[in-house]
């Protein structure tokens, strides 16, 4: 029996209060790799439902602390969404919360894959896909929503991963051990003054108040594809902020992974909202730039040539 640690006294599963009359756990596995948080597949005798714990660290990288309240952003943000009627094809619904433990209940959306293929040239991305998380875009930022948690806590851990560390000379992360030459190759970035200032002003921006709200990590590992479609999870990182750091970490991750033109005029195409081109390209650049040569690294297939290419096109993009 796997149990809840999160106080001095674990928690077991089966005493949590999540549960119907007579309903009995039968089998608990880990659902997916859960890159910030435990995320559990439980079945019972009567249903199948996903349990999430937010835990004070990340996850994968359990040396980098994390704000534990983030379970309470993104239940907030399936609430929002419940609340609208619009997206409900796209969301799990919720079947429980406890704030106390930190503790989400979904409904088990099925045995699903996210879409990180697309970085190993396993998978191009269908313009019907491309055209329902354009829609979810659409939908989630036409929503008037004014009350929701600023996620400052979130957004300073994001923005440290995003704007700052990968353009630290000296930060501990040794790049020749993601691939040999890169660390050398990202030095040019590290010691470029002016786009360092420029990324340091877009950080600002990020962690200034906003009115859209975000999902805050719309990259190919937050889309999960079941029977049922296409679903969008994770959205812990949501925040009132600008739609076009949303639609650019979108297109950022379809440069990565080599999507092709028409994917990326497709996106742009279908987005409905007005937006700062130059914003756009500067919140698209910095995620191109922080991907490949910050922690937070994708499972590429690139050779060095081509994330110099890369590095050279984000940096392009953010002084453009």
């Not at 249903?47 to 534990?68: D, T």
């Not at 990180?116 to 991305?125: A, F, M, P, Q, T």
């Not at 600002?204 to 709200?213: D, H, I, Q, S, V």
Request: glycine share 8%; charged share 25%; no cysteine.
């Amino acid at each position: 029996m796997i149990e809840l640690s999160e106080h001095s006294t674990p928690i077991k599963i089966q005493d949590l209060g999540f549960w119907n009359s007579g309903e009995k756990v039968e089998e608990i596995s880990i659902a997916g790799p859960g890159n910030m948080n435990l995320v559990l597949r439980i079945k019972t005798n009567q249903r199948s439902v996903i349990l999430k714990q937010s835990k004070p660290f990340v996850k994968k990288f359990p040396q980098i602390p994390a704000p534990i309240d983030r379970i309470q952003v993104e239940h907030q943000f399936y609430q929002v969404l419940d609340e609208s009627g619009a997206m409900l094809e796209f969301v799990p619904q919720i079947l429980g919360f406890d704030p106390e433990n930190h503790l989400l209940l979904t409904e088990d959306l099925g045995t699903g894959k996210d879409f990180s293929d697309i970085y190993s040239g396993e998978k191009s991305l269908s313009l019907n896909e491309v055209d329902q998380l354009v829609h979810f875009l659409n939908v989630l930022h036409a929503l008037p929503v004014k009350d929701f948690p600023d996620n400052l806590s979130m957004r300073r851990l994001n923005h440290e991963h995003i704007f700052n560390f990968p353009f630290l000379k000296e930060n501990g992360f040794d790049l020749d051990t993601v691939q040999p030459g890169l660390q050398k190759l990202s030095l040019e970035f590290k010691q470029d003054q002016n786009l360092k200032m420029v990324i340091e002003a877009l950080g600002e921006r990020y962690l200034a108040p906003g009115k859209t709200l975000l999902h805050g990590d719309f990259y190919p590992g937050s889309w999960l594809q079941v029977n049922s479609g296409i679903k969008v999870i994770d959205p812990e990182f949501g925040f009132l902020g600008d739609r076009e750091f949303d639609l650019g970490v979108f297109l950022a991750h379809m440069d990565m992974g080599l999507q092709g033109e028409e994917v990326l005029s497709r996106i742009l195409k279908q987005y409905a909202h007005p937006m700062d081109p130059r914003l756009l390209n500067q919140y698209r650049g910095v995620e191109i730039l922080r991907r490949l040569i910050g922690i937070a690294q994708l499972p590429l297939r690139l050779s060095l040539m081509q994330k110099e290419e890369l590095l050279n096109f984000g940096k392009k993009l953010i002084l453009s």
